[in-house]
């Protein structure tokens, strides 16, 4: 029979804990005493870092932003509709913004609102101050310019022809167009519908029998496009026909001369050929279009008008720039219009 197994003594525990405290310790200290200018150096680098990333959101900085301004019109309801603002000049002004570096970053100048009230001014022109306002987290520090100046003006409706104009110049017979609808819709402030002499789209190239959508242009007299205008339809369906209609040509174009008292001195047409369409035989031994012109003395520009033959039509429209003065008794007789034009470079 085998002696009991005497009890271990855990009086020796302690002491062993004991001896092995001082080694973890000292194990500690020649660890942080290793190379501890690298340690040193990598815990320098970290700070920086962290002092520049946490300056970026720290710091206030400026910056500026193209801004669209916004016309306010709280005049009463019903007045209200019948009333426009045009020649806002300028139209964007500059913002300057003061925030955050990641809050300046994510905004566009469409986002800051820039509004100038014109509630119950009377109709004319006015001069306003602006009023912006600043995006959350920012604040305004500059507005360039602070105010704007425009006109107010009564909308009017008009309703005008879609001026159908053809292009094919590959061939000898005038091609048949028809735009859908023939008539559109012009409305806007009144100054600038009353200028509108014309509604046109950009010429355009058709098979026969092809349709295809324009857009159209409203034109005032100069020829130049008119703006703050709305149309309705703001496109049409042009048509060429299956088949050609009427032979067409070019002729040159010469000025009437003035009455008498007048001196014609310059005079530049534009265009200096017109297209014309008609039956042939009334078409046949045309060489020219005369022209007539408002004549008056000074420096201006006008509308060529012309009287064709019968059954010959005029598809184009011809202004001219003329200088023209009083004849002096006795002087030679003024020279004539195509003497002039050969000699306008």
């Known amino acids: 029979m085998s002696a009991p197994r005497t009890p271990r003594s855990t009086e020796a525990q302690p002491q062993g804990h004991a001896l092995r405290r001082p080694q973890t310790r000292e194990q500690m200290r020649r660890g942080l005493g290793h190379d501890w200018a690298a340690k040193l150096l990598a815990l320098l680098a970290a700070f920086v870092l962290w002092f520049f990333a946490s300056e970026d959101r720290r710091a206030i900085i400026d910056q500026t932003y193209d801004v669209p301004v916004n016309v306010r019109d709280n005049t009463d309801e019903n007045a209200a509709e019948t009333r426009a603002v045009t020649g806002l000049s300028p139209g964007t002004i500059k913002v300057t913004l003061s925030g955050r570096p990641e809050r300046l970053r994510e905004l566009r100048g469409e986002m800051i609102e820039a509004v100038v009230n014109v509630t119950d001014i009377a109709e004319g022109s006015f001069n306003q101050p602006l009023t912006v306002t600043a995006p959350g987290g920012t604040e305004v520090v500059r507005v360039t310019p602070d105010r704007v100046q425009g006109v107010v003006d009564t909308v009017q409706t008009r309703s005008l022809p879609v001026t159908v104009t053809v292009y094919a110049p590959d061939s000898t017979l005038m091609p048949r167009y028809q735009a859908q609808p023939a008539e559109v819709t012009v409305s806007g ?82 265009p200096e050929q017109v ?31 012309f009287e064709p033959p019968s059954g010959v039509q005029v598809l184009d429209r011809v202004t001219a720039q003329l200088e023209v003065r009083p004849q002096a008794a006795g002087t030679a007789s003024p020279v004539t219009t195509t003497e002039l034009f050969q000699s306008v470079p």
């Open 275 to 305: 297209r014309v369409i008609g039956p042939a035989d009334a078409l046949e031994g045309l060489t020219e279009l005369v022209g007539t012109a408002e004549y008056r003395t000074g420096s201006y520009q006008t509308e060529v008008r």
């Open 189 to 270: 402030p009144s100054r600038a519908v009353n200028e509108v002499e014309q509604v046109i789209y950009a010429p355009v190239e058709l098979q026969p029998g092809e349709t295809r959508s324009v857009t159209l242009l409203p034109l005032d007299g100069d020829g130049q496009p008119v703006t703050d205008l709305t149309l309705s339809p703001a496109t049409v369906r042009l048509t060429r026909a299956a088949s050609d209609g009427q032979p067409s040509t070019a002729l040159p174009v010469r000025l009437a001369p003035p009455p008498g008292g007048l001196q014609l001195t310059s005079a530049r047409l534009s």
